[in-house]
Structures are given as C-alpha cells and as structure tokens.
C-alpha cells in the first residue's frame, strides 16, 4: 500500500499515517499478519521524522490493529475488540453523524442514503453477512 | 551519555547598544532530536545560533554545546559541530569536487561517500564550477560538505531560504537520513513551516528575542485552540477573551483564535453568547502563525478595533 502526507493540513501527520493503514486494513488492502515497513524505513520514505511514524504505530498497537514482534517489526493483528461496546457504539455515531449531515446539506433524501451505504458495504468483503 | 542535551542556553541575552536582541532564553535540545526554529525575521534566531557557536558574546546569560561552554569550544570540539550560515558562501571559481577536497582538508573526519550520496541527491555534477550551479544546488554542496564531517550536532540556520521544491525535497531527505541513527542533533531554523512539520519532533518559536514555545509539535499544536461562532459583531471589541491571538469574519460568523486555552478563556467564550460555537481543527500551521501574529498584537493594530 501507498500512504502519502499532506503537512500543513488539519490532522497532524501521525494522524495521517495511522488512518490510513486502518483505512488499508478495513477495505482488505492490508490482510491479517502482513508486514508493515520499519518505523525508520517508512519515516525515510515519506521524508518525515521517525518519531512521527513511531507515534502512529503506537496508536495503532494501543488500538490493537497492529502488533510488534520483537525483533521482527510490526505486523497487521488479528481483529480484537479493545474497545467496550459502549464506546465502539460511540465512534460509531460519531462517524456516522458527520455522514449523515453531509449527505442531508447534499440534498440526498433517506433512502438514497441508506442505498448508497449498503452498495459501500456490500463492496468490501470483510463486511458481508 | 551524561548530559542528555546537545544545547543548552541559559538567560541567554544579547543588547545590540541598548536593543535586546535575544533576552533571556532558556531553552534546550535534547540529544537525537530535530528541533525547528521558528520565528520572524528579526526575532533573534541567527543571533542565538551565532551566540550557540561562540561567535558573538552573550551580554548575559551563558550556552553550552555537547556540554561545553560556547565561548570555550575548542577545535576538537567543533570537530562535532556541522554549522550552515544563512545564504550557503561558496567560493564561486570552485569547482565542486575542489569544494570538496577544501572541506576534507579542514575537518578531522570525512565521509567521502556521504558528501557523493548528498551532492547527487541534489542534482549536483561534481565537475561544474560553484558559479553555474543554482542556489538550491548550492545549498546542496555546502550541506554535503558539512554532514561528510559527521558532525554529532548540526545547526542549520534557514538552508532552505529561496530552494526550489526538488532542493527542499532533497533537504529534507538528507536531514531525515543523517538522523537515522537517533543520535545525532539538528536545530534548524526555518520559515517553511510544512517542512518543520515534517522533520521536527520539537518547536522553538521565538518571538522578539524571546523563546515563547519549546515543545514537541503535538503538545505545541494542543496550545491553541479556536473556535468558530454565531455572532453579529466582533467578539474582541466588547469582551476580553484571555489568550486571543486574532478573530476575523468568515461569512456570518466570526473565528476566533486563542493561545494556551484555560478554564477561563473558554467560560469567557461561553459568555459571549453565540447562538452557535463549534470547536475548529487546528493546524500546525495556524498554531505558529497564532503565535507569530501574536508578537505584533502588543505594538499595534490588533487590540481593539481588530478587524
């Protein structure tokens, strides 16, 4: 996969890299147990400090979507859940809330909505029923 | 390794006749990190870094370099300090492969094969004449000339001034990979604030003479804070907003822009009672220039009828 910064937007850099590996592990472009580059192979990559990228990895380790290896690196983890229901319910809304008024300023009415959702969905393996 | 930091300043002050250049700045950079001076022209950054050097005397205050005292540096101990100056001289009747052999001659250590993998990086022939090469180019050599010493701290002062994007790009490159190992120091002073993003773990900003801010870039992006709101008039003109650095109008609303945000500056935004406040992103970016715009807020036309 590709990741690509964009300095001097709103989410910092290490925020930057560390949506965009979830995002590569939501849609199966990364797969349980692939390698991710090193900390200093990727930071020499994306002409960024180490310090940045090693921050990312570290959210992503917190959040249980990658582990390290000692020695080996890091490594896409087998899906856990880290988070309460609760507080997995919460980002939810959170998300869907900053979908949901975009697509009403769009002008799309509820079904529309819904439709476009499901066909996303339906896109993505990982996701099928 | 005892002393965990590569500079340390102390009160350090400079008067130019009876103008404070620098005042008092306690400030320091800890060994293996980038840390990106920021600042305006005039703010005192080349003075600092001349100080740092020992090249001009604190008229108060003291600095130390890997532990030793900047006006005491000895050869042996400049042998592990890499220095740029603004503007990159180079004798323009060399060639860059005499440039080469010129640095060689006056520095203890060499990495011939680093200065190659720097100057290539930058395009450069090292058979062209110093005066055909371009600015960025330029750059490029006295930048390789200085990492092939393998000095164990390295102060830029602005090398990026005027480059062209593939030199900044290859600028930064070097700087990250001369850095690999974690243990070698970089201060670099700069104005490009996307590339500061990039390279720094750690922000100076100075201001007036002054070190407003020394911290990593995340804690640094945490101090300020803005918020955009529903309101007829300028919040600024009537209330006191503790921290404002600027409010401006963005369509019906205004946006308002705070530095090191507290329990009471964000009553004070409550207070104001705006039929809508919504908490805004803030950029690196916005954070140095609320910092920057800041400095000018004292002397002159931000304070009261801001615009």
């Keep these: 996969m590709q990741i690509r910064v964009i300095p001097g937007s709103n989410a910092a850099i290490y925020r930057q890299i560390a949506d965009q590996i979830r995002r590569a592990v939501v849609s199966g472009q990364l797969a349980v147990g692939d390698p991710l580059p090193s900390v200093r192979q990727l930071a020499k990559e994306l002409v960024v400090n180490p310090n940045t990228v090693a921050k990312a990895y570290a959210e992503l380790v917190r959040d249980g979507v990658l582990e390290t290896q000692a020695g080996r690196g890091a490594f896409i983890a087998k899906r856990r859940d880290v988070f309460t229901k609760t507080e997995r319910l919460r980002r939810l809304d959170a998300a869907l809330d900053t979908v949901i008024s975009e697509a009403l300023t769009l002008g799309f009415d509820r079904d529309e909505t819904l439709e476009r959702l499901r066909l996303k969905l339906d896109r993505l393996d990982v996701a099928k029923p | ?307």
Excluded at chain 2, 70 to 85: A, N, Q
Aim: proline share 4%; aromatic share 6%; net charge negative.
């Design chain 2, 1 to 307: 390794m005892a002393d965990p930091y590569a500079i340390r300043a102390v009160r350090l002050t400079r008067y130019f006749g009876s103008r404070a250049v620098v005042r008092d700045l306690d400030f320091v950079v800890p060994r293996g990190s980038i840390v990106g001076l920021l600042g305006l022209n005039g703010a005192g950054k080349t003075t600092t870094i001349r100080m740092l050097m020992g090249f001009l005397d604190p008229t108060r205050g003291r600095s130390e370099l890997l532990g030793r005292n900047s006006r005491e540096l000895t050869p042996e101990d400049r042998s592990r300090i890499g220095h740029t100056v603004e503007g990159h001289f180079l004798y323009p009747w060399m060639r860059v492969r005499d440039c080469e052999r010129f640095a060689r001659e006056t520095h203890r250590h060499w990495d011939g094969a680093l200065f190659e993998q720097a100057v290539r990086r930058f395009g450069i022939d090292t058979a062209a004449k110093v005066s055909w090469l371009s600015r960025g180019q330029r750059a490029g050599v006295s930048i390789a000339s200085t990492l092939a010493a393998e000095p164990e701290l390295l102060i830029l002062d602005d090398p990026a001034l005027g480059l062209d994007p593939v030199s900044r790009r290859a600028l930064n490159e070097t700087i990250i990979e001369f850095c690999e190992s974690g243990e070698r120091t970089v201060l670099l002073s700069s104005h490009l604030l996307d590339d500061v993003e990039r390279v720094a773990d750690r922000v100076a900003v100075m201001v007036d003479g002054r070190v407003l801010v020394d911290a990593t870039l995340d804690d640094f992006r945490s101090r300020v804070a803005a918020w955009s709101l529903e309101l007829p008039h300028d919040p600024s003109l009537h209330h006191m907003i503790p921290g404002l650095v600027h409010s401006r109008p963005v369509g019906s609303r205004w946006h308002v822009t705070v530095a090191d945000p507290d329990a009471e500056t964000t009553a004070s935004i409550e207070r104001l009672g705006a039929a809508s406040v919504e908490r805004l992103e803030v950029s690196f970016e916005d954070a140095v220039l609320a910092y920057l715009s800041r400095s000018r807020v004292g002397h002159s036309f931000y304070r009261g009828e801001a615009s």
